[in-house]
């Protein structure tokens, strides 16, 4: 699985952050951190953190690139 993550449109809420902290992770008080390549025991918490996320800023499946959306 692979992942994006629109930073214009990611309002630093951290739901993902929580849900999977192996994939994202906060750097100061609004810049994330993730790793596009998720490992396979991570796949459903990233589901779950794309799911929660209250603007839709992740964008996660096989296949995804930054100029998916």
Do not use: K, N, W
Not at 27 to 44: F, I, K, N, R, S
Not at 53 to 68: D, H, K, R, T
């Amino acid at each position: 699985m692979q992942i994006v993550v629109d930073l214009t449109r990611c309002q630093g809420y951290a739901q993902c952050v929580f849900l999977a902290p192996d994939v994202f992770e906060l750097h100061g008080e609004e810049g994330l951190l993730y790793a596009t390549a998720v490992p396979d025991d991570q796949v459903e918490r990233v589901r779950q953190a794309a799911a929660a996320c209250p603007v839709q800023a992740i964008l996660a499946g096989e296949g995804v690139s930054a100029g998916a959306r």
